[in-house]
Each structure stands twice: as C-alpha cells, then as structure tokens.
C-alpha cells in the first residue's frame, strides 16, 4: 500500500513542479515582454527624434503662434514620435530657452495628449489584427540594416528596428496573457464596482510613473483586455491611470526649470488631474458612448479597439473642454512660482485703468521711471 501510494505521489509531485515551472515562464516571458515594447519605444522615439533634426524645433517656434495651431502641432509630433513625454518635456525645454509663452506651451500639451491616442490605435488595430512576427521581422532586419549605413539613414533605422521590436513586445504579452499559460486571481474583479474602479486606476498610475511610458502601461492594458483577462470598463480605469501617471516625466522636469516652464508643467498636471476626475465620475455613460460608436463601426466585438476609442474619447473631450479655458489658466498660472526678477520688473503705477487718462497715465509713467 505505501508502495503504491508513494508511485502515486510521484505524478502529482512532476505535476505541481510542471505547474510551477511554467508559470515561472510565463512571468519571465511577461517581463521580457515589457521590456521589449519599452525597448521599441524608446528606439523609435529616439530615431525618430533624430531623423527629424531641427525639424521638431521648427515646429515648435514657429507652427504655435496661437493656441489652436500649438494644439495641432501637439497632436501632430506626438503622433510622429509616439511619446507625449519626449514632446512634453521638449515643449518645457523651450518655454525655458524662452522660446514658447506659456500659452503656446498649454496648446502643445493639450495636443500632445490626443496625439498620444495613437500608440492605443496601433496596438488594437495592427497588434491585434495582424501576424506580428512577418510585420516585424522584416522590420528590425531592414532597421539595422539602415544602422548600418550610417549618416541620418541611421536614425530611420533605429526608428523602423524599434517598430519592429515593439511589436515583438506586443507579441510576447500576447502570449504570456494565454488564460493557459499564466493564472491570475481576477475572478472578483469580473465586475467593476466603485473600489475595483479606483484601484485599477491606481494601478494605472503608478504602472505609467514606474515605466514612464504611459503607450508601455496601455499595451499592457489593451492585451490583457483582449486576452479577456480583466473587462473594457476595469481597463478603461487603467487609462484614465494612465493619462494621470503620464505627469511624472512633467514633474520630474519641473525640477531647476524656470517659472514658466513650472507653470506649464503644473498646467498640465491640473488638467490631466480634472480629466481623471470628470472621466471617472462620467464613466457609466462613457463607456455607454464607446459601446454605440464601436457597433457604428463595426468592432464592438473587440474589447482592445473599445478600448482605444475610449482612449480617444476622453482625451478629445478634455482638449475640446479645455481649449477656451486656456487663457484664463495661463493668468492663473501667472500667480504661481513667482522670481524676485518678476515682482521687481512689474509696474508699480501703471494699469488699464490709468491709461484711459492721459494725464494720469503720463503721471504714473513718470512714478515708473
């Protein structure tokens, strides 16, 4: 009996260790995933912040004359580059070379969070709806290729071996999210209540302020949506994390930046802060709008395009909301951060309704002098 008991135990006890073993790898492969798609981002922002030369800083100077046009070229270089942080740390860096006001500055960032919405498109449209390894293969071996040659023909190829990797990124997470392969306790999280809510959008935040890559915590999200892992409306909190996580790159700038470029950076930790707030409290009815818009589309049968239309639908109505406030949040940016140079440079006696007396106003002039 003990014989046949312990010959029992044997295959129970290769079973367990073969349970172990795999989850072991599917974690390591999750990690690697990840770090993949960082990886791939990093190099196609890179590469293609390089390709570009003084192009982004034309743009930036001269496309942003008023808010409006700051917001196209916010939408436009983030689409290019596919990171809101590169362009939203760029846009402070020339608020501090005192080449943007602070106006412009609040149009690009508005911009360069819609703009941001497109690293979610291409993971849901392409990441999803394609075999990634015949996309992205060819992609990394033409990259280096590329790198090889050198001069700025060097740059497009980091760029196009990061797309490439990214999608092998997306791939490998794809896999390590195969209900078969990695087992997660999710089971209560099957409906969204109010506390489940808020910690998945904690999670988004601090996911996005670890990788500071807010396109690498939305792939994470659009997969394991797509793998049927957590629902659209537990995923739609991770974004609406995510826009908010965003902001550390923002802050972490505003450290030795000067007053406007502070300025700036806590314009946008406000407005990504209401926007989280409003999408939060409005949840219910946006995801009621994505569902409508996904069927008129035709994808309400994939969880990750809803998910991306969410993206884009809370990040168009912040920016549509916000485009007539941005005056009125430059002067209240104003207040803030003041320098001594600032208090001493602002006149004393002069003011708009002095000047409606000329006399008065020659008078005041004189006090400035």
């Known amino acids: 009996a003990g014989a046949a008991k312990t010959s029992a135990s044997g295959p129970s006890r290769n079973k367990n260790l073969g349970r172990v073993a795999m989850t072991i790898m599917s974690v390591l492969s ?3 995933g990840i770090g993949l798609f960082l990886l791939g981002m990093r190099l196609m922002t890179d590469g293609l912040k390089l390709a570009a030369g003084n192009a ?15 917001i196209v070229a916010g939408v436009l270089i983030t689409t290019a580059v596919q990171s809101s942080s590169a362009v939203s740390c760029a846009t402070l860096g020339f608020v501090n070379a005192g080449r943007l006001t602070l106006n412009q500055a609040i149009g690009v960032i508005l911009g360069s969070s819609l703009g941001s919405t497109s690293t979610s498109w291409l993971v849901a449209l392409v990441g999803f709806k394609l075999e990634l390894r015949l996309l992205a293969l060819p992609a990394v071996a033409l990259g280096t290729a590329l790198r090889l040659s050198g001069g700025r023909r060097a740059a497009f190829g980091d760029a196009l071996t990061g797309f490439g990797v990214f999608f092998i990124g997306i791939d490998v997470l ?22 489940e809510v808020l910690l998945f959008t904690l ?5 996005t302020a670890l990788m500071q890559s807010s396109g690498a915590s939305l792939a994470l999200t659009l997969t394991a949506v797509a793998g049927g892992l957590i629902p659209v409306s537990l995923g739609a909190a991770v974004v609406i994390g995510a826009n908010v996580g965003t902001t550390s790159t923002s802050i972490i700038a505003m450290i030795d930046a000067t007053a406007d470029a502070r300025r700036a950076a806590l314009g946008y930790v406000l407005f990504k802060l209401g926007l989280a707030l409003v999408s939060l409290l409005a949840l219910t009815p ?3 709008v994505v569902e409508q818009i996904g069927g008129w589309l035709g994808l309400s049968d994939s969880p990750a395009v809803l998910l991306a239309i969410f993206h884009s639908l809370i990040n168009l109505l912040g920016v549509i909301s916000m485009r007539p406030l941005i005056e009125p949040l430059a002067r209240f940016l104003q207040g803030r951060f003041r320098t001594q140079d600032e208090d001493e440079s602002r006149p004393r006696h002069l003011d708009r309704n002095v000047a409606d007396t000329p006399a008065m106003a ?8």
């Open 203 to 207: 999670i988004g935040i601090v996911l």
């Open 362 to 369: 020659l008078d005041a002039i004189k006090l400035e002098l």
């Open 174 to 195: 794809k896999g390590s999210f195969d209900a078969s392969s990695l087992k997660l306790p999710l089971e209560q999280f099957e409906t969204a209540g109010i506390a």
């Open 56 to 70: 982004l800083r034309d743009i930036l100077a001269h496309w942003t004359a008023t808010p409006l046009r700051g």
């Open 30 to 32: 999750f990690a690697g």
């Open 286 to 288: 946006l995801l009621w």
